[in-house]
């Protein structure tokens, strides 16, 4: 029986790296990955393993069960021109089980949407140890589901160096998003009525580097055991940034496992400028996992019908406001062990008159305080 079982397992290896080709693509030896592509079949298991420089438009449409594996340095680079008008370098649109791994894609400064476009309901697809050089990053679209792990995005133009819509779910795990010194405008992460779950991020001198907008949400969970890292950090040494996270239209902000952790963020004429913005009927869920340093702008500011959740959160040194409340919003500080640590801010707590925080009992250090709707426990008094 045993040597039955053991060649009937031979047997199903034996068909499987029969179903699962894999070939080579040398670019610098005159080969394409498009016309590679054109010729195998979409729904067999697949890995192509890319070397050299391939200087062309790849789509991947319609596959399944595809690695594209770069060696020895292998890089996509966009042509001179752009006859087709295509939107992407590369390509990936209504496919599943895709993974790209080890390469290099580049485009040319302002002259097509993005590098990597993900798109048509594409899912279990994976970027990994992938970097990207030019215009957008990433962009995940129409309801694709996408891992992103190690990837590197350096944004020269467009505007978000990783972008979620349209209900797309985007995982990302151990990068770096990053911008040279110019006079661009831009994002690090983008997310609108799309979903990310984020862990051992660094997003550095983008002026908005988190921006959820249109019903989106972030989570900074630690979901990935095999990661690096666990904090996302948002650090802005050239003090460029305008915001380290904006959330807006009815999105949310949710800090579970993992910290954000946000240094020199805003700017010196403070503003809304400054470490997190959550304005118009959106949610911030730090508990005790945000924590804010030296902002150039507010610290945090929550305005416009929003509500903020702290508990055992920090946030100090800031050039302006702590905690800044105002049009109609709300903050509740909950009991925890550390406290929350509002201090050495230019005015540690601010409340205007419509607005209000809840459980003043548990911050420390909140020394310059402009607030009559500071409420010592976490209601008035319940009946």
């Not at 590369?90 to 791994?101: E, H, M, P």
């Not at 948002?234 to 904006?246: I, K, Q, R, Y």
């Amino acid at each position: 029986m045993m040597r039955l079982v053991a060649l009937a397992t031979l047997l199903l290896s034996a068909l499987w790296a029969a179903a699962a080709p894999s070939v080579i693509v040398d670019c610098d030896a005159g080969q394409s990955l498009s016309r590679t592509l054109a010729k195998m079949d979409k729904l067999t298991p697949a890995t192509v393993n890319i070397k050299g420089t391939c200087t062309e438009y790849v789509l991947v449409d319609g596959f399944n069960d595809l690695t594209l594996h770069g060696v020895q340095g292998a890089t996509l680079q966009q042509p001179s021109t752009n006859p087709k008008s295509n939107l992407y370098v590369l390509s990936i649109k209504g496919s599943r089980g895709i993974t790209v791994s080890g390469l290099a894609v580049h485009s040319l400064p302002s002259s097509i949407f993005s590098v990597i476009g993900i798109s048509g309901g594409s899912n279990d697809v994976r970027l990994q140890n992938v970097t990207t050089d030019g215009s957008w990053g990433v962009v995940v679209a129409e309801a694709s589901q996408v891992w992103l792990v190690k990837v590197t995005v350096n944004i020269t133009s467009g505007y978000a160096a990783i972008s979620a819509f349209d209900k797309s779910d985007v995982h990302i795990v151990d990068g770096l998003l990053q911008r040279p010194a110019n006079s661009n405008f831009n994002a690090g992460l983008l997310v609108g009525s799309g979903h990310v779950t984020m862990q051992g991020m660094t997003i550095r001198d983008l002026q908005q580097s988190i921006n959820v907008n249109s019903s989106g949400s972030v989570d900074l969970v630690n979901f990935d055991p095999t990661a690096a890292g666990v904090d996302v950090i948002v650090d802005n040494p050239s003090g460029t940034n305008f915001n380290g996270a904006l959330v807006t239209d009815g999105s949310s902000l949710n800090l579970g496992s993992a910290k954000l952790r946000i240094t020199n963020a805003g700017q010196p004429w403070g503003g809304d400028s400054g470490a997190v913005f959550v304005s118009n009927g959106s949610t911030l869920n730090a508990g005790a996992n945000l924590i804010v340093s030296g902002s150039q702008g507010q610290g945090v500011i929550v305005s416009n019908d929003s509500h903020a959740e702290l508990a055992g959160s920090s946030i100090t040194g800031g050039a302006h406001g702590g905690l800044v409340v105002v049009n109609l919003s709300t903050v509740g500080v909950d009991g925890s062990n550390p406290l929350t640590v509002i201090g050495a801010n230019a005015t540690d707590l601010f409340c205007d008159s419509k607005s209000q925080i809840a459980g003043g009992l548990n911050i420390a250090n909140a020394t310059v305080v402009q607030s009559n709707n500071l409420l010592p426990g976490n209601y008035e008094s319940l009946p």
